[in-house]
Structures are given as C-alpha cells and as structure tokens.
C-alpha cells in the first residue's frame, strides 16, 4: 500500500477514505470534527502486515462524546 493509493477527504460534512479504490468510509460524520486535525498513518508489523490508522479529531474534544455511530449518514458511492 503507497502513499499514492490512499484517497482522502476530511470535511466537516464528508469523511472519505479509499485504498487502492476500495472505499473504506464514506459518510457524514456522527459528531463535528476538527477537520483540519484529522490524517491517517500507515505502518507496518513485525510479521510485515500494512496497517492504515485513521485519526478523526473532535471539535471541543474535551467536552464532546463520540456518537455511538461513527458515521450518521452514509455516502453512496
């Protein structure tokens, strides 16, 4: 998995994140985000299995509780 194949868009009504063109979330998130705080990482294990960490920040996240969906709406794709 490169950088390159990783597609994605933080917006305050839109989150979308796509590998290699196989949609992982597409959706209006359940709470609203610091969209600009919000990015992924990838690593790698020791048995050489890639990993994709996605991190949504919450606006006022010291006040604000995740919703118990992460995603309210789904986009089609």
Request: some cysteine; proline content about 4%.
């Amino acid at each position: 998995m490169g950088s390159s194949e990783i597609a994605q868009e933080f917006c305050p009504h839109r989150v979308y994140i796509a590998v290699a063109g196989e949609v992982l979330l597409n959706g209006v998130p359940g709470c609203d985000l610091d969209w600009e705080e919000c990015h992924w990482d990838k690593d790698v294990d020791a048995a050489g299995q890639q990993w994709l960490f996605v991190h949504l920040v919450k606006k006022d996240a010291a006040n604000a509780r995740w919703p118990l969906t992460l995603l309210k709406e789904h986009i089609a794709d």
